[in-house]
């Protein structure tokens, strides 16, 4: 512990895993074929280090040359991160195609029959046959596994470090990295499932991760309350998801994307679809997207999430599976896309899509204004950001449903764009915070060796870390600007895209958008305010406790990560602009291509159309200048005397001084903040209706079981009782009273079996 | 106890070894893979030797002879082993009896005969209040088997003789004839009538609402073993019972009840997730939540779709070794920490890991995971129940919910939460005892059920194919003749 340099000869057992994709290629498969392996190497994986992990606990190699299972754990999602460079580099670079997807051969799973009944009489259904499996790609799919395999590779690594240095989880990460890579299974999965009900099934085995891993402190009442939470809270839309499923089989007569997204328009038997049918089913699925988005109005769980260790929160909770919901939303686009075989008439179904993130994005936005909590700061940023491509995403619909397909492609390439950037950079900023709190809980365990009320993930106990984790405040700088929108940086070039379609789509189609067009708009520049605020109190001014003086950034295997991370954060998003990300996840484009550098700047600057010009404009102002401004007024400040940091970040830390200072404490004890600070009172809502309706009514039930049903039986028992007593009586002694007794038996017994046979 | 164990192990062996040789593409008739010539017992009233099986009886057999063996592995130690052992081995003569007869008399008789050894589990190994709990059990499943038994009569009484059957009475017990028989019973109220009396000494074994307050007793009182083989099979005969005889031989009635099998299916579905949630004590709970479970069957019945049948075939399978799980599970409370009470304990995955691990495993099956057996039973009712009812299914769907919280709490108020990162809070009945993990047998046990969990839940095809031909050969040939008689549409 506390020593710096990595042990990189650990990491030799992994090589054979990460040359699983150029065997393969050498032996002549195609890159495609090779996809299903993605999930089967970490399948075979997880169990092994579960088993290992029980048999070698304790034991000296085990822990350190294997770190406890992370080694092998790493080396599967190595072997699946370099399969899935393969697949995504044969198709960006276009040595596969698709016109559209791709499918590999399924095989069933499930067979079955099913009967209908045609007006006059039943007869079996055609069209209902099976469930398959089978892989399914197109470019939001290969984007999106890239994203998954690359952030669950990455996080992995910076794990050895956060989670192998901390003593409290010793003879423990076994568990860690066992439900870590099941987790993976579940994401992969998702991102590679062909028909809804396999990507139900993934998107379940991630919840049950997420269970597992928010619980990973299971001893701490906290952190098994918060799992608890977050997965009743998703099976809520989880249910409704389920629903959803249904009714698109009956709809469909399958479940399977390239039949469904092959007319959509047709159902099953050649029927044409009932818009109001298919409005239902994908509301039902959309509750299901909420629910694991954490979308207003079952957003509680989030937040709570955080109780996990912070790999987890970086991966599951930010990264990769709060965008399940996204994705799925995303795979509505062919059912409203009237250009190609969509069905007309669900305007409504994108309005609810486009509100509901509008309202989160502002209601989050609003909350973290107030979270003293980094990791919770990230975590109300998340809901926040999510929403903003739910409203994109909305837009998106609405446009395809009104048949305005070139905007309609645009806002959703830009809402996919957005996932990717906001994914690269929230998974950095939660590594970040990791870093910080890693170091800040090291230091105060060598000051204060015996006091546990010391919190570490509060920033009134850091400032000033900017000079002791100079890779960490710069990384997380960049991150910061990613998802404030600062122009050239990562989120810029999505975000921008997703906010002047919203106000489109209010101007030119539907008056109903300005809710949410204001919202977005507001929500960038409080993003601008939250993120600055959340900086600055991490790593300006002077520190705020004798812990934040004994900082220093010294844990191996974190800082590489962190700064592959930064680098994709921070060039990542403008490379793809320039590559044509949004028209090639949008669909318009089957290829990635440069454009002109010039031509990308000035689309995003200087648009002809003076409207978009102008909300563009609005929007940088806001996200970029006054929010941060505000939030330097507040806690900016500069380092402590004498205290030097790097030049960039010295240079902002010093920046934020200028702007003067305003006294906000009047305002911070205020009703409204009060509010925000309890969650706008959400989670007390929930529980009070819980505690007020569903456990007074099942003790109820249990009782009226006990009571009345069983007491019913109970007193039959009784009466039975005193029955065969007051019976007894008939035992005369006399034989005259018995022979009568056996002839009148005798006698309803022949009657008995006469009267039933005749 | 070596030599009862050696016994079910070479029995399982032989059954397990004759799967190979059956001829699996045949069954899509719905008719018997196995039947032997009939041996008479009694040809004076008409009783034979016939057994066979089919798709619906197949893996039911299967599951009984591979979850004797682990239930005894489960209780190795019991106390009075050289009784113990046996009475599980006679146990399971009873049932492989009731699921292979195809002769409704010496069915009867296995019936009955099954709720001797169970009667004497829970007497001689059971609880403090083991005397009620088992009289109970014998009692209220006895009488309710005696109105089936008058159903059964009743149709005996019509039957149509056969040459060489009862020569006394001129009627016979076989059930492969009654079913061929057109028109069984020919007055539509009698008919009904006797649907209703086999109903309810079915329902009653199911068991389902309102007929299953003596399954909690049971279950709290009896031995682990006696729990793990009373959830995994014995309920099971209520569902197979139901599908064999009523359904089988009475379609037209079958269509006639179907709200009020709906009724049923519902009240035990959602009421018994409620009572669920309403349980402080563990092994009621996971009893209450076995009642949960089967209104699911019934419900998939009620769906008339050979989706929903096959669902319902899977269902029973899976509850049958997640039930088990859950039971052993319970048991191992028991018999560790000696109390069942949720919440008079913390943190127990401290002290006992494997035991919180397989915990885990069961409750998120019996909770509906997909990937675990469970879950398919589950989706495959949902999807047939919305194709004939529609938003009915929301009922079902929206009891997930409360399945999971009860099933969540329980496991938080048990094995997390205590607060210290060394060691949990131990009841008050430990007195002072070092809690340890459970012991090898134990854990076997569970592996093995968990594994089976697993494995059945990735690859529901190895025994869903059969159940699905089954349903739909079941269908076709007799329901949809039914369903045009009753003149039946969703």
């Given at each position: 512990?506390?020593?710096?340099?990595?042990?990189?000869?650990?990491?030799?057992?992994?090589?054979?895993?990460?040359?699983?994709?150029?065997?393969?290629?050498?032996?002549?498969?195609?890159?495609?074929?090779?996809?299903?392996?993605?999930?089967?190497?970490?399948?075979?994986?997880?169990?092994?280090?579960?088993?290992?992990?029980?048999?070698?606990?304790?034991?000296?190699?085990?822990?350190?040359?294997?770190?406890?299972?992370?080694?092998?754990?790493?080396?599967?999602?190595?072997?699946?991160?370099?399969?899935?460079?393969?697949?995504?580099?044969?198709?960006?670079?276009?040595?596969?195609?698709?016109?559209?997807?791709?499918?590999?051969?399924?095989?069933?799973?499930?067979?079955?029959?099913?009967?209908?009944?045609?007006?006059?009489?039943?007869?079996?259904?055609?069209?209902?046959?099976?469930?398959?499996?089978?892989?399914?790609?197109?470019?939001?799919?290969?984007?999106?596994?890239?994203v998954?395999?690359?952030?669950?590779?990455?996080?992995?690594?910076?794990?050895?470090?956060?989670?192998?240095?901390?003593?409290?989880?010793?003879?423990?990460?076994?568990?860690?990295?066992?439900?870590?890579?099941?987790?993976?299974?579940?994401?992969?999965?998702?991102?590679?499932?062909?028909?809804?009900?396999?990507?139900?099934?993934?998107?379940?085995?991630?919840?049950?991760?997420?269970?597992?891993?928010?619980?990973?402190?299971?001893?701490?009442?906290?952190?098994?309350?918060?799992?608890?939470?977050?997965?009743?809270?998703?099976?809520?839309?989880?249910?409704?998801?389920?629903?959803?499923?249904?009714?698109?089989?009956?709809?469909?007569?399958?479940?399977?994307?390239?039949?469904?997204?092959?007319?959509?328009?047709?159902?099953?038997?050649?029927?044409?679809?009932?818009?109001?049918?298919?409005?239902?089913?994908?509301?039902?699925?959309?509750?299901?997207a909420?629910?694991k988005s954490a979308q207003f109005?079952?957003h509680?769980?989030l937040p709570?999430?955080?109780?996990?260790?912070?790999?987890?929160s970086a991966?599951?909770h930010a990264a990769t599976m709060v965008n399940a919901g996204l994705y799925?939303v995303?795979?509505?686009?062919?059912?409203?896309?009237?250009?190609?075989?969509?069905?007309?008439?669900?305007?409504?179904?994108?309005?609810?899509?486009?509100?509901i993130g509008g309202i989160t994005a502002f209601m989050a936005a609003a909350i973290a204004?107030?979270q003293?909590?980094?990791k919770k700061v990230l975590a109300y940023s998340t809901m926040s950001q999510l929403a903003y491509i739910f409203t994109g995403l909305g837009?998106?619909?609405?446009?395809?449903?009104?048949?305005?397909?070139?905007?309609?492609?645009?806002?959703?390439?830009a809402s996919m764009f957005h996932l990717f950037n906001h994914a690269m950079a929230k998974g950095m900023l939660f590594?970040?915070?990791?870093?910080?709190?890693?170091?800040?809980?090291?230091?105060?365990?060598?000051?204060?060796?015996?006091?546990?009320?010391?919190?570490?993930?509060?920033?009134?106990?850091?400032?000033?870390?900017?000079?002791?984790?100079?890779?960490?405040?710069?990384?997380?700088?960049?991150g910061s600007m990613s998802i404030i929108g600062i122009?050239?940086i990562g989120g810029f070039w999505s975000k921008e895209g997703i906010i002047?379609?919203t106000?489109?789509?209010?101007?030119?189609?539907?008056?109903?958008?300005?809710?949410p067009?204001?919202l977005v708009l507001a929500t960038a520049g409080m993003t601008g305010f939250y993120m600055?605020?959340m900086?600055?109190?991490?790593?300006?001014?002077?520190?705020?406790?004798?812990?934040?003086?004994?900082?220093?950034?010294?844990?191996?295997?974190?800082?590489?990560?962190?700064?592959?991370?930064?680098?994709?954060t921070?060039?990542?998003g403008?490379?793809?602009?320039?590559?044509?990300?949004?028209?090639?996840?949008?669909?318009?484009?089957?290829?990635?291509?440069?454009?002109?550098?010039?031509?990308?700047?000035?689309?995003?600057?200087?648009?002809?159309?003076?409207?978009?010009?102008?909300?563009?404009?609005?929007t940088?102002?806001?996200a970029?200048?006054?929010g941060?401004?505000?939030?330097?007024?507040?806690?900016?400040?500069?380092?402590?005397?004498?205290?030097?940091?790097?030049?960039?970040?010295?240079?902002?830390?010093?920046?934020?001084?200028?702007?003067?200072?305003?006294?906000?404490?009047?305002?911070?004890?205020?009703?409204?903040?009060?509010?925000?600070?309890?969650?706008?009172?959400?989670?007390?809502?929930?529980?009070?209706?819980?505690?007020?309706?569903?456990?007074?009514?099942?003790?109820?039930?249990?009782?009226?079981?006990?009571?009345?049903?069983?007491?019913?039986?109970?007193?039959?028992?009784?009466?039975?009782?005193?029955?065969?007593?007051?019976?007894?009586?008939?035992?005369?002694?006399?034989?005259?009273?018995?022979?009568?007794?056996?002839?009148?038996?005798?006698?309803?017994?022949?009657?008995?079996?006469?009267?039933?046979?005749? | 106890?070596?030599?009862?164990?050696?016994?079910?192990?070479?029995?399982?062996?032989?059954?397990?070894?004759?799967?190979?040789?059956?001829?699996?593409?045949?069954?899509?008739?719905?008719?018997?893979?196995?039947?032997?010539?009939?041996?008479?017992?009694?040809?004076?009233?008409?009783?034979?030797?016939?057994?066979?099986?089919?798709?619906?009886?197949?893996?039911?057999?299967?599951?009984?002879?591979?979850?004797?063996?682990?239930?005894?592995?489960?209780?190795?130690?019991?106390?009075?082993?050289?009784?113990?052992?046996?009475?599980?081995?006679?146990?399971?003569?009873?049932?492989?009896?009731?699921?292979?007869?195809?002769?409704?008399?010496?069915?009867?008789?296995?019936?009955?005969?099954?709720?001797?050894?169970?009667?004497?589990?829970?007497?001689?190994?059971?609880?403090?209040?083991?005397?009620?709990?088992?009289?109970?059990?014998?009692?209220?499943?006895?009488?309710?088997?005696?109105?089936?038994?008058?159903?059964?009569?009743?149709?005996?009484?019509?039957?149509?003789?056969?040459?060489?059957?009862?020569?006394?009475?001129?009627?016979?017990?076989?059930?492969?004839?009654?079913?061929?028989?057109?028109?069984?019973?020919?007055?539509?109220?009698?008919?009904?009538?006797?649907?209703?009396?086999?109903?309810?000494?079915?329902?009653?074994?199911?068991?389902?609402?309102?007929?299953?307050?003596?399954?909690?007793?049971?279950?709290?009182?009896?031995?682990?073993?006696?729990?793990?083989?009373?959830?995994?099979?014995?309920?099971?005969?209520?569902?197979?019972?139901?599908?064999?005889?009523?359904?089988?031989?009475?379609?037209?009635?079958?269509?006639?009840?179907?709200?009020?099998?709906?009724?049923?299916?519902?009240?035990?579905?959602?009421?018994?997730?409620?009572?669920?949630?309403?349980?402080?004590?563990?092994?009621?709970?996971?009893?209450?939540?076995?009642?949960?479970?089967?209104?699911?069957?019934?419900?998939?019945?009620?769906?008339?779709?050979?989706?929903?049948?096959?669902?319902?075939?899977?269902?029973?399978?899976?509850?049958?070794?997640?039930?088990?799980?859950?039971?052993?599970?319970?048991?191992?409370?028991?018999?560790?920490?000696?109390?069942?009470?949720?919440?008079?304990?913390?943190?127990?995955?401290?002290?006992?890991?494997?035991?919180?691990?397989?915990?885990?495993?069961?409750?998120?099956?019996?909770?509906?995971?997909?990937?675990?057996?469970?879950?398919?039973?589950?989706?495959?009712?949902?999807?047939?129940?919305?194709?004939?009812?529609?938003?009915?299914?929301?009922?079902?769907?929206?009891?997930?919910?409360?399945?999971?919280?009860?099933?969540?709490?329980?496991?938080?108020?048990?094995?997390?939460?205590?607060?210290?990162?060394?060691?949990?809070?131990?009841?008050?009945?430990?007195?002072?005892?070092?809690?340890?993990?459970?012991?090898?047998?134990?854990?076997?046990?569970?592996?093995?059920?968990?594994?089976?969990?697993?494995?059945?839940?990735?690859?529901?095809?190895?025994?869903?194919?059969?159940?699905?031909?089954?349903?739909?050969?079941?269908?076709?040939?007799?329901?949809?003749?039914?369903?045009?008689?009753?003149?039946?549409?969703?």
């Open positions: 512990m506390g020593e710096s340099t990595n042990e990189w000869n650990l990491l030799a057992p992994i090589i054979p895993f990460v040359l699983v994709a150029p065997l393969l290629y050498a032996q002549g498969w195609e890159s495609v074929e090779a996809a299903f392996l993605i999930v089967v190497i970490p399948l075979l994986t997880f169990p092994a280090i579960l088993v290992a992990g029980q048999i070698y606990n304790g034991n000296e190699t085990w822990k350190n040359r294997f770190k406890e299972g992370g080694i092998f754990g790493l080396g599967a999602l190595a072997s699946s991160l370099s399969i899935s460079l393969w697949i995504v580099y044969d198709y960006v670079a276009g040595s596969s195609h698709f016109e559209m997807h791709s499918v590999v051969e399924p095989f069933s799973w499930l067979t079955f029959d099913v009967i209908h009944y045609d007006g006059s009489q039943w007869d079996v259904s055609s069209g209902f046959a099976d469930i398959g499996v089978g892989v399914w790609l197109d470019p939001v799919s290969l984007m999106l596994l890239f998954a395999t690359f952030l669950c590779f990455l996080i992995c690594w910076f794990s050895l470090g956060y989670m192998n240095t901390d003593p409290i989880n010793e003879d423990s990460n076994h568990r860690f990295y066992g439900e870590f890579v099941l987790f993976a299974i579940g994401m992969f999965g998702m991102v590679l499932a062909d028909n809804f009900l396999w990507l139900f099934i993934f998107w379940e085995i991630m919840g049950l991760c997420s269970y597992l891993l928010i619980g990973f402190y299971y001893w701490k009442d906290s952190a098994a309350a918060a799992a608890k939470k977050a997965f009743l809270t998703t099976r809520v839309g989880d249910v409704f998801l389920m629903v959803g499923l249904l009714m698109l089989y009956d709809i469909y007569g399958s479940l399977e994307f390239s039949i469904i997204f092959d007319d959509p328009s047709t159902g099953v038997g050649g029927a044409l679809v009932n818009s109001t049918d298919l409005n239902w089913a994908l509301l039902m699925l959309f509750i299901g909420v629910g109005p079952l509680v769980w709570d999430a955080m109780e996990g260790p912070t790999p987890v991966l599951i799925l995303f795979r509505m686009v062919p059912f409203v896309d009237v250009h190609v075989n969509g069905v007309a008439g669900l305007e409504d179904f994108a309005l609810v899509v486009a509100w204004f107030v003293n909590d980094i837009a998106g619909l609405l446009f395809l449903n009104l048949g305005e397909y070139h905007a309609g492609y645009f806002v959703i390439g590594m970040a915070s990791g870093s910080v709190i890693h170091e800040v809980h090291h230091a105060h365990h060598h000051l204060h060796h015996d006091d546990h009320d010391f919190d570490p993930q509060d920033m009134r106990n850091m400032g000033g870390l900017a000079s002791k984790m100079p890779i960490t405040s710069i990384a997380m700088m960049f122009p050239l002047a379609e106000w489109l789509a209010y101007l030119h189609k539907e008056p109903l958008m300005l809710g067009a204001i600055t605020r900086w600055l109190m991490t790593f300006a001014g002077p520190p705020k406790s004798d812990v934040a003086e004994h900082v220093h950034e010294g844990t191996p295997w974190i800082k590489e990560p962190l700064i592959i991370l930064t680098v994709v921070a060039l990542g403008f490379l793809l602009a320039l590559l044509g990300a949004v028209d090639y996840l949008g669909g318009e484009k089957d290829h990635l291509a440069m454009h002109g550098v010039v031509d990308t700047l000035k689309h995003a600057f200087l648009p002809d159309d003076n409207e978009l010009r102008a909300i563009g404009w609005s940088i102002l806001l970029a200048i006054i941060p401004i505000m939030a330097s007024r507040v806690h900016g400040g500069k380092l402590a005397e004498g205290v030097k940091a790097n030049p960039i970040v010295g240079w902002l830390v010093n920046l934020s001084s200028k702007f003067g200072s305003q006294d906000v404490s009047e305002m911070a004890n205020s009703q409204l903040a009060e509010a925000l600070q309890r969650r706008l009172y959400f989670d007390d809502l929930y529980e009070w209706i819980v505690a007020n309706t569903a456990i007074p009514f099942a003790s109820f039930s249990a009782w009226f079981d006990k009571n009345i049903i069983d007491g019913v039986i109970k007193q039959i028992e009784s009466n039975s009782v005193s029955g065969s007593v007051s019976v007894r009586g008939i035992t005369t002694g006399s034989t005259r009273d018995y022979i009568l007794m056996a002839a009148v038996g005798m006698l309803s017994i022949f009657a008995l079996i006469w009267g039933v046979s005749a | 106890m070596g030599i009862a164990m050696a016994v079910a192990v070479i029995a399982t062996m032989l059954f397990l070894g004759q799967i190979g040789n059956i001829d699996w593409t045949n069954i899509t008739q719905g008719g018997y893979v196995l039947q032997n010539e009939a041996v008479e017992l009694i040809p004076s009233i008409g009783v034979s030797w016939k057994v066979g099986a089919d798709a619906l009886s197949f893996p039911m057999i299967w599951l009984t002879a591979v979850l004797i063996p682990i239930s005894m592995l489960v209780e190795w130690d019991a106390k009075r082993g050289h009784l113990f052992h046996p009475l599980l081995l006679v146990m399971e003569g009873a049932l492989l009896g009731v699921f292979v007869v195809l002769d409704l008399f010496v069915f009867y008789v296995f019936w009955e005969l099954t709720l001797i050894p169970m009667f004497l589990l829970i007497l001689m190994w059971g609880g403090d209040d083991r005397r009620y709990a088992s009289m109970k059990f014998f009692i209220y499943t006895f009488a309710a088997s005696v109105i089936m038994l008058v159903g059964i009569l009743v149709m005996y009484f019509h039957t149509d003789p056969i040459s060489g059957m009862g020569s006394l009475t001129g009627h016979h017990f076989d059930l492969v004839a009654m079913t061929a028989q057109e028109n069984l019973i020919p007055s539509e109220g009698l008919r009904h009538l006797v649907w209703l009396m086999l109903l309810i000494g079915f329902a009653t074994k199911m068991p389902s609402v309102p007929v299953h307050t003596w399954l909690p007793d049971a279950h709290v009182q009896a031995p682990t073993a006696g729990s793990m083989l009373l959830a995994g099979v014995m309920l099971k005969m209520g569902a197979y019972g139901f599908l064999r005889v009523a359904v089988t031989v009475f379609p037209e009635s079958t269509i006639e009840f179907i709200p009020l099998l709906i009724v049923l299916g519902m009240a035990s579905l959602v009421y018994g997730a409620w009572v669920c949630m309403g349980q402080t004590n563990l092994k009621r709970m996971v009893a209450y939540s076995s009642v949960s479970h089967m209104g699911l069957i019934f419900l998939g019945i009620a769906t008339m779709q050979p989706l929903g049948i096959a669902g319902a075939l899977f269902m029973m399978f899976a509850h049958g070794i997640i039930s088990p799980l859950l039971f052993a599970v319970a048991g191992a409370f028991k018999h560790h920490y000696h109390t069942l009470e949720i919440g008079s304990m913390r943190g127990i995955a401290h002290h006992s890991p494997w035991l919180a691990a397989h915990m885990m495993l069961g409750w998120m099956a019996s909770l509906g995971l997909p990937l675990l057996a469970g879950f398919v039973a589950e989706v495959a009712i949902m999807i047939a129940f919305w194709m004939t009812y529609g938003w009915l299914v929301l009922l079902p769907a929206l009891t997930l919910i409360i399945t999971a919280v009860y099933y969540l709490s329980s496991m938080q108020r048990t094995i997390f939460e205590s607060n210290d990162p060394e060691k949990g809070i131990l009841p008050d009945t430990m007195h002072g005892e070092e809690p340890r993990d459970i012991t090898w047998h134990e854990n076997a046990g569970m592996l093995i059920l968990g594994a089976m969990t697993v494995l059945f839940g990735i690859m529901p095809f190895i025994f869903w194919d059969m159940m699905s031909d089954w349903s739909s050969g079941f269908t076709f040939e007799t329901l949809i003749d039914a369903m045009h008689s009753q003149g039946w549409k969703p």
